[in-house]
T-cell receptor, first 109, second 117 residues
């Protein structure tokens, strides 16, 4: 099993839709989790941190399920500007940030 | 403003040539990382350093070398032994190592896009 796994997508949704991505991880000792957003040809930027059961920031909600070892990202009322790749990051051995492959989201009019 | 700076933004390398990518941070972070990203792929770890004068190989270190002589700087050299170097290279840093800081996010530079010509 890979350390961090994500469905690469793409997820193609209309504006206003609600979309959810999942990320599974193998390191059961991980204490914190991160969602990054990466625009085309740019560096990843932190979107949300998840330290306990979940976190909410406006239209974005991240949830953690430790028993099943996955985290999810929910985006409500999708905007065109939400189109990007969403990377799941889990600290691995020596707390090295370990990335999933990323999930591509395309929001269309 | 504190941050992490990579240079150059674009780099062209001839076959058989070594090139060095710069990564500088003024965040006072102990840990620094180099990742490689290929189109449609996630980030793969090349090298990392958790303290000055020490660094470790990541998952794809072959054909690369690094140094960590100063806390602020972690340059990456792409050697001629790296047969397929064309990629997007990202440098990142984190405050510290150990449990207290292990769960903090990583901060990224803007990346260097390397192309073999």
């Amino acid at each position: 099993r890979k350390e961090v796994e994500q469905d690469p997508g793409p997820f193609n949704v209309p504006e206003g839709a609600t979309v959810a991505f999942n990320c599974t991880y193998s390191n059961s000792a991980s204490q914190s989790f991160f969602w990054y957003r990466q625009d085309c040809r740019k560096e990843p930027k932190l979107l949300m941190s998840v330290y306990s059961s979940g976190n909410e920031d406006g239209r974005f909600t991240a949830q953690l399920n430790r028993a099943s070892q996955y985290i999810s990202l929910l985006i409500r009322d999708s905007k065109l500007s939400d189109s990007a790749t969403y990377l799941c990051v889990v600290p691995g051995g020596s707390y090295i940030p370990t990335f999933g492959r990323g999930t591509s989201l395309i929001v269309h009019p | 403003d504190g941050g992490i700076t990579q240079s150059p933004k674009y780099l062209f390398r001839k076959e058989g040539q070594n090139v060095t990518l710069s990564c500088e941070q003024n965040l006072n972070h102990d840990a620094m990382y180099w990742y490689r990203q290929d189109p449609g792929q996630g980030l793969r770890l090349i090298y990392y350093s958790q303290i000055v004068n020490d660094f470790q190989k990541g998952d794809i270190a072959e054909g690369y070398s690094v140094s960590r002589e100063k806390k602020e700087s972690f340059p990456l050299t792409v050697t001629s032994a790296q047969k397929n170097p064309t990629a997007f290279y990202l440098c990142a840093s984190r405050p510290n190592v150990g449990f207290k800081w292990g769960n903090t996010e990583a901060f990224f530079g803007q990346g260097t896009r390397l192309t073999v010509v």
